[in-house]
């Protein structure tokens, strides 16, 4: 018995040392073991007589409980593999919240310090979330610039340390690939389980990421697959080009269109009101337990749209980028007037079924998946 647990502790302390020792590269690599690979649910609905199947991904199983998880990873991972940062650099980067939590805490496990440039009318409880982790919240407010000011000064700060590094997930190319070569793969791979083939799919557009990367992917499963871009119907920047507007759907519409996001290459941009957004996120959680954020009910619905104006069969996705728990201080928990053009009042929700999970479906860097 003795012999037994020395040599149990002999394997736990060569084990821990192996872990401090691992490189940053190394490090992120392990950690696609928390990232990605999340489950699928077939939600199926009644809508004035007629019934349909919505697929959603739910992003919410990710490391920090969202889909920016991937985009920081990656770009993390190709950063290190680059060369373009340095241990103990400090990240610096503009969020309206999901994108700053996931730098926030991958860079504390990097050991990096993580500067968030944050419009002030964000959720506190996304603010909370990136406090807890070490970093340092830099407000931004409208009469700052909102949004575009926060690049600015985000840009300024990076041009004046030299030892800091700029995901630009805005314009970094590496926020399409990320959704290109994991969430893509990942709901191909799902439908395909079930002999199934997307024939749209329907994201709302904060940098565009997703939409584009998992658009190209299924795009190359079927040429056909119609990919829709999502905006608040209070504020279409998408259709205008511009802030126009106010809305209430935190993580989409930040007063431009990203540079990565080719509307050419996407078909019809759609609506949803935010109000409307709010109430079928609450309909998600208390008709079928599936708690998520007010952008996932926008998605949702913006999909429903989708599968409303073509064929009952069609296989329409989506994806619930995070959960409801960064927005119980909004209006999310509150109670939501309904207005006569929302869709959510003639919407039953009767059920839904999960699809298996996908596998390891990471970069060609990721030693999780080769070892």
Known sequence: ???????????????????????????????????????????????EGREFAIHAKLESENF?????????????ERAYATGMIDPGDVIVEVSSGNTGISFAALGRA???????????????????????????????SEAEGGFVGAIALADAFAKEHGDAFRPQQFTNRWNVEAHRMTTGREIVAQLGAHSL?????????????????????????????????????????????????RHRIQGISDEFIPPIVDLARLDAIVDVWDGDAILMAQQLARRLGLAVGISSGANFLGALQVALAGRAEAVVVTVFADSNKKYLSTDLLGEEPVRAEYLTPRVELLDFQALPRAGCSHTELCTVCRG
Not at 112 to 139: C, K, N, Q
């Open 64 to 76: 920090t409980g969202s889909i920016k998880d991937r985009m920081a990873l990656h770009m993390l």
């Open 110 to 140: 990097l050991g990096h310090p993580v500067r968030i440039y944050m419009p002030t009318w964000m959720s506190s409880e996304r603010r909370a979330l990136i406090a807890s982790f070490g970093a340092e919240i830099v407000d931004v």
């Open 197 to 245: 083939v997307a024939d749209a799919f329907v994201a709302g557009v904060g940098t565009g990421g997703t939409v584009m990367g998992v658009g190209a992917t299924l795009r190359d499963r079927n040429e056909r697959c119609a990919i829709h871009p999502l905006e608040p119907a209070n504020s279409p920047t998408l259709r205008t080009g511009s802030k126009n507007g």
């Open 1 to 47: 018995m003795g012999e037994a647990l020395a040599l149990r502790r002999a394997r736990t302390r060569k084990a821990g040392t192996s872990m401090k020792t691992l490189s940053p590269l190394a490090r992120l690599r392990q950690c696609w073991a928390l990232v990605g690979d999340t489950p699928m649910v077939a939600i199926r609905v009644r809508v």
